[in-house]
T-cell receptor, first 112, second 113 residues
């Protein structure tokens, strides 16, 4: 009965590869987010979608492409992975007009 | 940048003591939230305080907000070892897109049994 789930939990890959992280929420929320947390725990928003429509698109390399097939899912695809992409990526969701966000457990990405 | 800054970066106390963490931010806000992150886990929402509120309580948590100083504090009373975690403040800047939260780097709280 996990509210916000992400797969995989860990991802170790080589530079230059393409990888995807999946996120699903069963809370019935309209809005979903992707965040990146660096090694110093700084958490920064990357994207948000409201009912499959892109709402927030921060200054993120275009190697990162979010995809929302429906309002319960928001996946993150990363092309040509670089060393600096190593971080923990969190998915979150919220009700459309509510401020509180519910976070997934995170995906720990290590690029070698 | 609007991001919040927590202070101190790390705090170490004994069980039963109170823990106070502070957050400062730069621009006007609609609200400020505090989140907790246990090691290796996602963030969990603790409490939200709106810009027209000065103090809020939830169980052992007490949050204050001073919009004139652009600062907030989180007090955890009678701390327990299970309170060991990182605590983040997040601001919802006035005029920004709904849902755009600015987080600080967090305060790492360690509570010793």
């Amino acid at each position: 009965d996990t509210a916000v789930s992400q797969t995989p939990k860990y991802l170790v890959t080589q530079m230059g590869n393409d990888k995807s992280i999946k996120c699903e929420q069963n809370l019935g929320h309209d809005t979903m987010y992707w965040y990146k947390q660096d090694s110093k725990k700084f958490l920064k928003i990357m994207f948000s979608y409201n009912n499959k429509e892109l709402i927030i698109n921060e200054t993120v390399p275009n190697r990162f492409s979010p995809k929302s097939p429906d309002k319960a899912h928001l996946n993150l695809h990363i092309n040509s992975l670089e060393l600096g992409d190593s971080a923990v990526y969190f998915c979150a969701s919220s009700e459309r007009n509510e401020e509180t966000q519910y976070f997934g457990p995170g995906t720990r990405l290590l690029v070698l | 940048s609007q991001q919040g800054e927590e202070d101190p970066q790390a705090l170490s106390i004994q069980e039963g003591e109170n823990a106070t963490m502070n957050c400062s931010y730069k621009t006007s806000i609609n609200n400020l939230q505090w989140y907790r992150q246990n090691s290796g886990r996602g963030l969990v929402h603790l409490i939200l305080i709106r810009s027209n509120e000065r103090e809020k309580h939830s169980g052992r948590l007490r949050v204050t907000l001073d919009t004139s100083k652009k600062s907030s504090s989180l007090l955890i009373t009678a701390s327990r070892a299970a309170d060991t975690a990182s605590y983040f403040c997040a601001t919802d800047a006035r005029g920004s897109t709904l849902g755009r939260l600015y987080f600080g780097r967090g305060t790492q709280l360690t509570v010793w049994p």
